[in-house]
């Protein structure tokens, strides 16, 4: 018996001394004892168009405040976290960070000191990208950002859920471990747009479903939850495949308008994608752009999860006449307040206010982005530098809870959509929860 306590007693400590090796080490980078030559200037600018492909300006920044400060909350179903300051300040930044270090953060979640970072930090998309992007994303940061020295915010998580460690298995088990590798199979263009979407672009952190676990359902394209749409923080990313209600009507050169200009004939960007369009999308390169559309044209819908297809060669009904209207909930809010801008008949007006009739929010059963734009309206889309004439204002002090789940019942009922009815308690949670878009086009100077 003693032999047998002796040995379990043995078992604990190593198997206790080995995990505590374990979620406190700091994993290898291929930057460890290599000198690094000062950055050129090239390096540096290829590192600009790196942080725009990667959107570091989107959380690590908030409007009229200086460039990757941080300070943007990000809500999570455990407390708020808060996007830190990564400017080259060396008290309150990232200025003592190594190449290995920075490498580390980025694509390992894993801060100098050990500490583990949450993964609303997207580094299970990010730890895809190449060494020399990695490199050339350093370099910018560390000679083209303006250090501000800012202190973080600490999190709203309370102990014992604050607790870092239990990460390193989270990272173990939901992650890659490994760079994008290219898919011989496949041409340069669609292992481009493979490696963007699934990198730098981490596009499945919003349009894939999570576990409860909070991981990405998928990483690539391999399985079909992969950018099959997911509920985010008040907003429903869409399906990126093939769906009926994801791009399973567009063609390649849709896809690459959308990319390019913000819109297209079936939509235009609204939300958080409007924000992603304002600092980064718009500021790719036309063969990217095109690489992520021929990628995303590849992806396959899945006739098991979308549903129905939009009978899009239904007539359109005869505008309904006042005393009509009148007798179904929501047609005479649609008539005096929407159809305007998007019709009579929803077809919108051409690419400059999108369709609601066919569009993908008005088909899918989440009905929290068009709840959520409804209320809050959407920030301005900026082609070539160029407020967009057009923003989608919010109703929130115009419209009552009922109004908004009458109306958009009505818009997701018409014209042959499907997407089923909103209530007063959907339209309600989101007034609670969410806040008005700013008026005002917000473009972030990363210099």
């Keep these: 018996m003693k032999k047998i306590l002796l040995l379990i007693v043995i078992l604990v400590v190593v198997g206790g001394g080995s995990l505590a090796w374990f979620v406190t080490r700091l994993p290898p980078s291929p930057f460890d004892e290599m000198a690094v030559p000062p950055p050129s200037v090239d390096l540096a600018q290829r590192g600009e168009y790196v942080a725009r492909l990667s959107d570091c300006v989107a959380c690590h920044s908030l409007p009229n405040a200086k460039p990757f400060a941080g300070g943007l909350e990000m809500g999570t179903p455990l407390g708020s976290i808060f996007a830190t300051n990564i400017t080259p300040d060396k008290q309150t930044g990232i200025g003592n960070y190594s190449l290995a270090d920075f490498d580390r953060a980025v694509r390992k979640g894993v801060a100098p ?75 340069v263009a669609w292992n481009r747009g493979a490696y963007l979407v699934q990198g730098a672009g981490h596009c499945g952190s919003c349009h894939t479903p999570r576990s409860l676990t909070m991981n990405e359902k998928a990483l690539d394209e391999s399985s079909p939850d992969y950018l099959a749409g997911a509920l985010l923080d008040g907003w429903y990313a869409p ?123 008005s088909l899918t059963v989440e009905n929290a982005s068009q709840i959520n734009v409804t209320l809050n309206g ?58 008005p878009a700013s008026s005002n086009p917000i473009v972030l100077q990363m210099r």
């Design 113 to 187: 000191d050990g500490r583990r970072l949450y993964p609303a930090m997207p580094y299970p998309s990010y730890e895809k990208m190449t060494d020399d992007d990695v490199r050339a994303l350093y370099a910018f940061f560390m000679t083209d950002v303006a250090p501000v020295n800012q202190p973080n915010a600490l999190s709203e998580i309370s102990w014992p859920m604050n607790m870092r460690w239990p990460l390193a298995m989270w990272n173990l088990i939901f992650t890659d471990g490994e760079t994008y590798q290219q898919k011989t199979s496949e041409d």
């Design 239 to 361: 399906s990126l495949r093939q769906d009926n209600t994801g791009l399973g009507r567009w063609s390649e050169d849709d896809i690459f308008a959308f990319l390019k200009n913000g819109r297209n004939q079936h939509a235009v960007v609204f939300g958080s994608m409007a924000e992603a369009y304002n600092n980064s999308l718009a500021f790719m390169t036309d063969e990217d752009l095109r690489a992520i559309s021929v990628y995303l044209k590849s992806l396959p819908g899945d006739t098991s999860r979308d549903g129905a297809p939009w009978p899009r060669n239904v007539p359109p009904a005869t505008s309904l006449s006042v005393s009509d209207r009148l007798k179904i909930p929501g047609a005479q809010t649609y008539a005096s307040r929407c159809g305007f801008c998007h019709g009579p008949e929803g077809v919108g007006q051409n690419q400059w206010i999108p369709p609601l009739a066919g569009a993908a929010s």
């Design 378 to 435: 959407s920030a301005r889309v900026i082609t070539k530098g160029i407020p967009d004439a057009y923003r989608m204002p919010p109703f929130r002090g115009q419209l009552s809870d009922k109004e908004i789940a009458d109306v958009l019942t009505y818009v997701r009922s018409s014209w042959g959509n499907h997407g089923g009815p909103v209530s007063i308690d959907d339209v309600k949670a989101l007034r609670e929860h969410t806040d």
